[in-house]
C-alpha cells in the first residue's frame, strides 16, 4: 500500500472512531450494532453491484467507498468489544488469499479456471476441517443469510461437485415445465378450496421449485440470477414509466383504461424502446 493509501486508510479509521466515540461522537453511529448495520452492509453490496450493471464509474467508485465503511463500522465496534481490529480483519483476508492460492503463492499448478475452482472448494472444506466443523457435507458451509437466489445457485454448485447435476440446460427446461404444470395443478386445487391452508402451502412449495430450478436453469447459462432479475426489474420499471408519460401526453390516466389499452401502451412504450435502441 502507498503512502497516500495508507494515509487515507488510517484517515476512515480515525473519522470512525470519532463517529463511535462515547462523547463527542454522532448519536446515531453510537446506538448501533452488528445486527442493526447488516442490512445496510447488504444493501450497499447490492448498490455496488447495481452501479457495475448501469458501467457508471463515478458513482462504482461512491458505492465501493460506502461499502467499504461497512467493513470500517463493524470492525470498529468489534475492537471496541474486544474481539478483533482493521488490521485483523486485513491480515485473515491476506493469509486467506495467500493460502487458497498455492498456484500463485506457491508451487501448485492449475489447470484452469474450473480447476481453480474445484481446489477453492478443497481448501474451503479443508478448513472446516481443521476448525472441526462436522458437517462433512458437500453442502457444508453455505451461509443461511444469503439472498435465497444465491443460496440456491450455491448448493446446485455444491451438488455438481460430485457429479449430481444434469447434463445440459434442455432436461432443466424440461423440469421448468414439469413443475409449471404442477403449480397449474396446485392453482386449481387452490381454487376449488380457497380456505384450505394445505392447499396454499402445497402451491407455495411448488412455486419454490420454479424457483429453484430457474436458479438452476441460469447456472447452465452461466448467467448470474440476481443479475438476470436486477435487469428484468430495471426493464419493468423503464417500461411502466414510459407507459405511464405516454397515457399522460394523450391526457389519460392509466388507472381508469381497461387492461387490454394498458397493454397496447405497452407495446408502444416496447416499440418506442427498440426504435431508441436500432
Keep these: 500500500m502507498s503512502e497516500s493509501n495508507a494515509a487515507g486508510m488510517q484517515r476512515l479509521l480515525a473519522i470512525m472512531a470519532r463517529l463511535r466515540d462515547p462523547e463527542r461522537g454522532c448519536p446515531w453511529d453510537r446506538q448501533q450494532s452488528f445486527a442493526s448495520i447488516a442490512p445496510y452492509t447488504i444493501e450497499e453490496a447490492y448498490e455496488v453491484a447495481d452501479a457495475i450493471d448501469r458501467g457508471d464509474m463515478h458513482d462504482l467508485r461512491d458505492e465501493l467507498g460506502d461499502l467499504l465503511l461497512q467493513v470500517v463500522f463493524h470492525s470498529r465496534m468489534a475492537q471496541e468489544a474486544g474481539h478483533f481490529a482493521f488490521d485483523d480483519v486485513v491480515a485473515a483476508i491476506c493469509d486467506k488469499l495467500e493460502r487458497r492460492h498455492p498456484h500463485v503463492f506457491g508451487d501448485a499448478t492449475v489447470a484452469d479456471a474450473q480447476a481453480q475452482s474445484r481446489d477453492w472448494e478443497a481448501h474451503k472444506r479443508r478448513e472446516r476441517d481443521d476448525k472441526g466443523v462436522g458437517d462433512a457435507s458437500?453442502?457444508?458451509?453455505?451461509?443461511?443469510?444469503?439472498?435465497?437466489?444465491?443460496?440456491?445457485?450455491?448448493?446446485?454448485?455444491?451438488?455438481?461437485?460430485?457429479?449430481?447435476?444434469?447434463?445440459?440446460?434442455?432436461?432443466?427446461?424440461?423440469?421448468?415445465?414439469?413443475?409449471?404444470?404442477?403449480?397449474?395443478?396446485?392453482?386449481?386445487?387452490?381454487?376449488?378450496?380457497?380456505?384450505?391452508?394445505?392447499?396454499?402451502?402445497?402451491?407455495?412449495?411448488?412455486?419454490?421449485?420454479?424457483?429453484?430450478?430457474?436458479?438452476?436453469?441460469?447456472?447452465?447459462?452461466?448467467?448470474?440470477?440476481?443479475?438476470?432479475?436486477?435487469?428484468?426489474?430495471?426493464?419493468?420499471?423503464?417500461?411502466?414509466?414510459?407507459?405511464?408519460?405516454?397515457?399522460?401526453?394523450?391526457?389519460?390516466?392509466?388507472?381508469?383504461?381497461?387492461?387490454?389499452?394498458?397493454?397496447?401502451?405497452?407495446?408502444?412504450?416496447?416499440?418506442?424502446?427498440?426504435?431508441?435502441?436500432?
Design 138 to 278: 458437500a453442502l457444508a458451509g453455505i451461509a443461511r443469510g444469503l439472498p435465497e437466489w444465491q443460496r440456491a445457485n450455491k448448493l446446485c454448485q455444491r451438488a455438481a461437485t460430485v457429479g449430481f447435476d444434469w447434463p445440459g440446460p434442455a432436461p432443466v427446461i424440461a423440469k421448468l415445465h414439469e413443475e409449471i404444470e404442477e403449480v397449474r395443478a396446485e392453482f386449481a386445487a387452490v381454487a376449488a378450496n380457497p380456505g384450505d391452508a394445505a392447499a396454499h402451502a402445497r402451491l407455495e412449495d411448488e412455486i419454490g421449485d420454479v424457483l429453484f430450478v430457474c436458479a438452476n436453469l441460469a447456472r447452465h447459462a452461466r448467467v448470474d440470477p440476481g443479475t438476470a432479475m436486477r435487469r428484468a426489474n430495471a426493464k419493468f420499471e423503464r417500461r411502466f414509466r414510459a407507459m405511464e408519460a405516454l397515457a399522460k401526453a394523450d391526457g389519460v390516466a392509466l388507472e381508469t383504461l381497461s387492461l387490454a389499452a394498458q397493454d397496447r401502451y405497452w407495446d408502444r412504450a416496447k416499440v418506442a424502446e427498440r426504435e431508441r435502441s436500432a
